[in-house]
């Protein structure tokens, strides 16, 4: 069992940054990775950004590329989304999941997830 708390979200004028947290604790894995998506009102949860265990590998969304980076401290078993130049259109619930196996950019491929950090931007 693997539990996951993000924090870090807030209110942000459209150009500035935010960067999320998520403090995993449990037995976690050692294959697949963990990632971030997000879930905008009336909309269905899209993935944003995703890494490998490792930390060799990261994968983006198109609409997050050059803006979103994701890092980790595994001393800390934590996971980052540094998130610059942020649109009005980012506004939306930021949840951070781990995955074991599937493909990185569904959510159907995540075991576990967290409660969620809401992100609002201003025009």
């Known amino acids: 069992q693997v539990q996951l708390v993000e924090s870090g979200g807030g209110l942000v004028q459209a150009g500035g940054s935010l960067r999320l947290s998520c403090a995993a604790s449990?037995?976690?894995?050692?294959?697949?990775?963990m990632g971030w998506f997000r879930q905008a009102p009336g909309k269905e949860r899209e993935f944003a950004a995703a890494d490998r265990w490792s930390g060799f590998s990261t994968y983006y969304a198109d609409s997050v590329k050059g803006r979103f980076t994701i890092s980790r401290d595994n001393a800390k078993n934590t996971v980052y989304l540094q998130m610059n130049s942020l649109k009005p259109e980012d506004t939306a619930v930021y949840y951070c999941g781990v995955y074991t196996s599937g493909s990185y950019y569904s959510s159907e491929s995540y075991d576990y997830w967290g409660q969620g950090t809401q992100v609002t931007v201003s025009p």
């Open positions: 449990g037995r976690t894995p050692n294959r697949g990775g």
